[in-house]
């Protein structure tokens, strides 16, 4: 919940080498109207708008105050405004996936879209043949949701190079001890 952690690993003679990133910050690159919106909102508040400010817990809350404060396309209300200010994304996510709230459904959908977007740049910026692995908070809530099709086709949506992005497979990590299965690894390995 506190960003949009990237980094990947590199085949190196007979173990992988983790490499840090901070991809994250890279510039938000809206692909439809609405996003362009969201942009113009997150610039006006935030001056530099990085995938971070959309793509996170964080994030999420951002893409649903921008929808409350710009109104609905069709101009339902949000019922779950009190309960996003005390929780955050926990209750968008939540009403999203309840289908209680009209507005925190569209936000997940701008938020698993842009998700797509990011995680495609990334896989064909280090060319990652191997897969791209997904984990974190809100990942492994909506993992349901990523799988409707919006995360995959923005994922692939990548010009004359979609047929390699077709061709990386996606995971969601749901462990949620793989942080410290990850540090336990690289202890051993010392």
């Known amino acids: 919940g506190t960003g949009l952690g990237e980094g990947f690993l590199v085949w190196d003679v007979d173990h992988y080498?983790?490499?840090?990133s901070e991809g994250g910050h890279a510039t938000f690159a809206p692909r439809t109207a609405v996003?362009?919106?969201?942009?113009?909102?997150?610039?006006?508040?935030?001056?530099?708008?990085?995938?971070?400010r959309v793509v996170s817990g964080p994030g999420l809350v951002n893409v649903?105050?921008?929808?409350?404060?710009?109104?609905?396309?069709?101009?339902?209300?949000?019922?779950?405004?009190?309960d996003v200010e005390?929780?955050?994304?926990?209750?968008?996510?939540?009403?999203?996936?309840?289908?209680?709230?009209?507005?925190?459904?569209?936000?997940?959908?701008?938020?698993?879209?842009?998700?797509?977007?990011?995680?495609?740049?990334?896989a064909l910026t280090v060319m990652s043949t191997g897969g791209v692995y997904i984990g974190g908070g809100v990942?492994?809530?909506?993992?349901?949701r990523m799988r409707d099709g919006a995360f995959v086709t923005a994922f692939r949506d990548?010009?004359?190079?979609?047929?390699?992005?077709?061709?990386?497979?996606?995971?969601?990590?749901?462990?949620?001890?793989?942080?410290?299965?990850?540090a336990a690894a690289v202890a051993a390995s010392l």
Request: aromatic share 6%; glycine share 10%.
């Open 139 to 144: 990942a492994t809530h909506v993992s349901e």
């Open 86 to 122: 005390r929780e955050g994304a926990a209750a968008v996510t939540r009403h999203a996936l309840a289908g209680s709230d009209p507005v925190c459904v569209h936000a997940l959908q701008i938020f698993i879209s842009a998700f797509g977007t990011q995680a495609g740049n990334l």
């Open 17 to 20: 080498r983790v490499c840090a």
């Open 158 to 182: 990548k010009g004359r190079l979609s047929p390699l992005l077709e061709r990386m497979p996606v995971h969601v990590i749901v462990n949620p001890n793989v942080g410290l299965v990850g």
């Open 64 to 82: 649903y105050r921008f929808l409350v404060e710009r109104g609905a396309p069709t101009g339902e209300r949000s019922a779950a405004l009190a």
């Open 35 to 52: 996003e362009w919106g969201l942009c113009e909102h997150l610039q006006r508040a935030y001056g530099h708008v990085s995938y971070e």
